[in-house]
């Protein structure tokens, strides 16, 4: 296949970015979409010309680390998996792709295609988790919990947080990614004690990091590589107004 | 030099029990007074990090990806294993000690594997409460799954996806303490070097990815948690960024390296298309409680296949051999990963592969298919299932797989004694990054058990009682060291950055990955191990002469990373072919055709080689010495393994 790659190019930060155009010639369908732009850096060093930067790790799909917005998609044109998933053969010979970052204001670029998605860590530090040192904990099969709920939980814990949700709204929206985490532990008995606290922090410290607002279009869901579903965002509204209007001073309370 | 596993004496059942009563402790409110560094976030990073902060301790975790939670761990499918024996089968600490002793070819630490497997049921507590959603069953009780190498259910699992769980559960607790201020977290940022003073690890120096700035970090002690080095072999199912730097470069400071020649070649992952490819993708271990492992009766009926004259399902049942099943009817398709690794090559030498390559074997689903329907088979595998598809293209509901052995874990590592402490004081090793507990194979969903047993449960006990007999006296980066070894890591990316000749260093890469399949992969002989040492001195030379790396330190550089990764590589191939070459036995997945049974399975010489071979850096260019730690087996009798 020969192809023609329109990428965004940014030093870093600071420096203002363009589009730059690169051809790409034999390229297989066989081949994944990483594995094309690795053929085509390859090319660039040898004309002793900066290659693409683009963020990857796994090339399995999992780690999230992956990004790139193709075509106008987040993670490319096919339903349900993310770049490096993404093979060559949903192209055609002859094809333009377009390749841009993120754009999200709570993501700035690092370079090239590879932006700072250390937002959603802190949305995370801010209270995705159960308080339970090690060591604390009792028999793994005293706490009994329904398979269905057991399901629903893992389908809320198979986020990568990989930031594609954020990507697709047009508001940069990051209500799908804080409401998997609130959802799985809230679904589960060992996240109750918490649960309110835990949708107030989070919710909190996204507002902190400049994330728009849900305005239900769904965009999200539809680009996300796991399917995280919308009624994620309806259980973490309902906790997050929950925990407003019902349990401010319990959760003034349990403070550490 | 015979060296000191510092296994405690008394039962083995007792071992560490009374151990952790004798360990010296910190005080509570000393604890605060110690800084602790923790290289890598993996599970067994992680959650080092999250158990030594909530004791008190003041901790600053370091990781090259962009967030903790993107770790290689994440990449981990079928399960982790536990004696929980919650489905009453016969399981039990033992079992599961003594399967992993056998399993290993009897090539570990019985003291350290007992231990293992005594805190495993620890580990599933543990992760429960954290909020991690393994399967259950429809009364809420947990669900377990069978895994190779063993005859009892003992695999706890979260669909296809166990490592991502494991670890986001690690994560979220390393969150919690980063939120209290007790973690700092160090992100795109790589280690390169160790400062050793006195003989002690007392800090490292690192790279920000982002800018390049060369910094030292001080601490009481240095936890290496920086998982394997599968990618030495170019192709592997590591992470592309999995790397063996941070242990190299603390090898090159006095930490010994035992057995780097283990390497774990994984029976089924998805086969090589072609030389672009830049990772292959494992198939879980866990399809092969419900996939027959196949390959065709006859060369012509192969080669009918691999020219896509004939379709899988056209072959007649009297035409398969399902060679696993025939050759070791008492674990049929569940034996072992190395015995299923050589089999399955064994067919492709014979010409009986299948595929456009003829390097692959079917796995096959009809009968479980036929057996469960496939709603079931869905449920359990549907994530690998369509992962497959998304690779090849092709539908293992209607097709059967095709899978091939491929590198996915090393058992080698950095030596470490039963605290997990290297040869170097102060400087610990958790993790794949160690050699301490798998011997010379890994049982499947052991490799999980292992990171979060050494960084829940064995780094807080015993590195408490090296910081409590060091004193909270600290070595602060002003001393001559620190700057000594930033010099160092200073002129050695100078000399990287220097380099404008003509060959990639993925060119480099992937020609040291084809020297080491050839020659130190599944099967290995004298005669390929000293060719294979000649070419890889030659790819060193020549990559120090002719690489290229563009751009300059101070900015986002990939090359650059790849490059000082890619030269470790190099190094540490040379020393695996060495290791190789030293061990003239086979022991599990190190094969050497000069040594097997008239089956054809790993033929051990426990009179000569039941040791691990610890080796110690001499110098630039320099053979490295061999250190011994002979095994020491109380409990199990060795024997030549049997899985028919």
């Known amino acids: ?256 | 030099m015979e060296l000191d596993g510092k296994v405690p004496a008394g039962p083995l059942a007792n071992k560490w029990s009374k151990y952790k009563f004798d360990l010296k402790l910190v005080n509570p409110a000393n604890k605060r007074k110690y800084d602790i560094i923790v290289v890598g976030t993996g599970l067994a990073g992680a959650s080092a990090a999250a158990s030594l902060a909530e004791l008190g301790y003041n901790v600053k975790a370091f990781c090259f990806q962009d967030s903790p939670r993107r770790a290689h761990s994440i990449a981990a499918q079928g399960g982790i294993n536990a004696a929980k024996n919650y489905q009453n089968d016969g399981d039990s600490v033992f079992r599961l000690f003594y399967d992993t002793i056998k399993g290993g070819d009897y090539r570990a630490r019985e003291g350290n594997v007992y231990r293992l497997a005594e805190v495993s049921v620890n580990i599933i507590d543990q992760c429960v409460a954290q909020g991690v959603p393994f399967a259950r069953e429809y009364g809420g009780l947990l669900d377990n799954r069978s895994f190779g190498g063993s005859q009892v259910s003992r695999t706890f699992y979260a669909r296809g996806q166990t490592g991502q769980q494991l670890l986001l559960g690690a994560y979220s607790a390393l969150n919690r303490q980063i939120n209290a201020g007790k973690v700092k977290m160090y992100t795109r940022t790589e280690m390169l070097d160790v400062v050793v003073v006195d003989g002690h690890a007392k800090g490292i120096v690192t790279r920000n990815m982002i800018n390049g700035q060369i910094d030292t970090h001080s601490g009481h002690a240095v936890l290496l948690c920086t998982g394997g080095y599968g990618n030495v072999f170019y192709l592997s199912t590591n992470a592309i960024g999995s790397n063996v730097t941070a242990a190299w470069r603390a090898h090159k400071r006095g930490a010994f390296f035992a057995n780097p020649c283990y390497t774990q070649i994984h029976p089924t992952c998805i086969p090589v298309t072609g030389d672009h490819q830049s990772k292959l993708t494992l198939m879980s271990e866990s399809l092969r409680n419900d996939g027959r492992v196949w390959a065709p009766k006859t060369v012509e009926i192969a080669q009918k296949l691999q020219k896509k004259e004939i379709t899988a399902d056209q072959v007649k049942e009297d035409d398969r051999d399902y060679f696993l099943e025939r050759k070791y009817p008492a674990f049929g398709n569940l034996v072992p990963r190395d015995v299923a690794s050589r089999n399955a090559k064994e067919m492709a030498d014979e010409g009986k592969g299948v595929g456009a390559s003829g390097l692959a074997v079917y796995l096959d689903f009809a009968d479980a298919i036929k057996r469960l329907g496939e709603d079931t088979v869905r449920a359990k595998y549907g994530n690998l299932f369509d992962m497959y598809i998304q690779i090849t293209d092709e539908n293992p509901y209607k097709q059967p797989m095709r899978i091939y052995p491929a590198v996915h874990y090393t058992m080698g590592g950095l030596w470490v004694d039963y605290n997990l402490q290297t040869s170097v004081p102060g400087l610990f090793a958790l993790g794949e990054c160690n050699f301490s507990d798998h011997g010379a194979n890994r049982l499947g969903a052991s490799a999980l058990m292992q990171g979060l047993s050494d960084g829940y449960f064995v780094i807080p006990f015993t590195l408490g009682d090296y910081l409590a007999k060091q004193g909270p006296k600290k070595v602060d980066e002003n001393h001559p060291a620190f700057a000594q070894t930033k010099q160092d890591v200073i002129d050695h990316v100078n000399k990287l950055i220097s380099l404008k000749g003509t060959k990639t260093t993925n060119e480099y890469h992937r020609d040291l990955g084809h020297i080491m399949w050839e020659y130190c992969g599944m099967a290995r002989t004298e005669e390929g191990l000293i060719k294979a040492k000649k070419m890889i001195q030659e790819l060193k030379v020549d990559f120090w002469k002719n690489a290229i790396i563009v751009g300059k330190n101070e900015e986002v550089n990939a090359s650059l990373e790849r490059g000082g990764r890619v030269a470790d590589f190099i190094e540490l191939g040379e020393l695996m072919v060495d290791d190789a070459l030293m061990r003239r036995e086979s022991c599990g997945g190190h094969f050497r055709l000069e040594s097997q049974t008239d089956d054809g399975e790993a033929l051990r010489d426990d009179e000569n080689f039941a040791f691990v071979a610890a080796w110690e850096f001499m110098g630039e260019n320099q053979p490295e010495r061999l250190n011994k730690e002979k095994l020491e087996f109380e409990a199990v009798h060795l024997s030549q393994r049997n899985y028919a």
């Not at chain 1, 690169?22 to 690795?38: H, Q, V």
């Not at chain 1, 990091?209 to 259980?235: D, H, M, Q, V, Y």
């Open chain 1, 1 to 256: 296949m020969k192809l023609t790659l329109k990428v965004w190019r940014q030093k870093d930060a600071n420096s203002a970015g363009k589009m730059e155009t690169y051809p790409a010639d034999n390229i297989s369908p066989d081949m994944s979409f990483l594995e094309m732009l690795d053929v085509v850096n390859e090319s660039l060093i040898h004309k002793n010309i900066e290659p693409i930067h683009f963020d990857h790790d796994c090339r399995e799909g999992i780690c999230g680390m992956c990004s790139l917005y193709i075509n106008g998609q987040p993670h490319g044109p096919k339903r349900a998996i993310t770049t490096c998933q993404l093979h060559m053969r949903s192209f055609k010979d002859g094809d333009t792709i377009t390749i841009e970052p993120w754009r999200a204001a709570a993501f700035p670029v690092i370079k090239d295609l590879a932006v700072d998605r250390s937002a959603f860590d802190r949305i995370q530090q801010a209270g995705g988790y159960i308080s339970v040192n090690t060591g604390a904990a009792q028999d793994a099969n005293n706490i009994l919990i329904p398979k269905v709920i057991a399901d629903e939980a893992f389908n809320s814990a198979t986020c990568i947080g990989c930031g594609a949700c954020v990507a697709a709204c047009k508001n940069a929206s990051a209500m799908l990614f804080v409401s998997a985490k609130i959802t799985q532990l809230g679904l589960l008995p060992q996240g109750q004690p918490e649960r309110y606290r835990r949708a107030q922090s989070m919710v909190a410290q996204m507002d902190e990091e400049g994330f728009g607002n849900c305005t239900n279009t769904g965009a999200c869901e539809a680009e996300c590589p796991k399917e995280i579903s919308l009624t994620n965002i309806s259980r973490m509204n309902n906790d997050f107004l929950s925990a407003k209007l019902f349990r401010e001073e319990e959760i003034a309370h349990s403070g550490e």
